[in-house]
């Protein structure tokens, strides 16, 4: 597999359709994933997995039980797995994700947001 820089502006270009993420780069068992986050997603939490995700632009809040965490551009937090927590963006929020390939986006819920197959772009 050939060697390629990755342009995360270029790559968010790609796909407007926010909770629909994207796979952009694999390393070891880990993805590392874009997402377009807007309005609330859901009350979830992945039994087996940690999830970092890392605010590229805009505004992302994670809201646990007892708190919450807000993401400006640059910053990132680690749910550990085991973690409720729920995703919140007021305005469109450019997230990126990494965190195993056996990730389901809504961990131990499964609805209409769920997307079982990540498409590579």
Do not use: Y
């Amino acid at each position: 597999m050939p060697i390629e820089k990755v342009n995360l502006s270029e790559k968010f270009a790609l796909f407007t359709e926010p909770w629909k993420p994207k796979i952009v780069g694999q390393v070891n068992d880990c993805q590392v994933k874009l997402v377009k986050i807007l309005g609330e997603f859901l009350w979830h939490k992945h039994e087996s997995e940690d999830e970092l995700f890392l605010t590229v632009r805009g505004r992302l809040t994670i809201r646990f039980r007892d708190r919450d965490v807000v993401l400006n551009p640059g910053e990132f937090v680690v749910v550990p797995r085991g973690v409720e927590h729920l995703p919140v963006a007021e305005e469109e929020a450019h997230v990126l994700l990494f965190e195993p390939s056996s990730t389901l986006n809504t961990g131990n819920v499964v609805g209409e947001r769920t997307v079982p197959v990540l498409e590579r772009i």
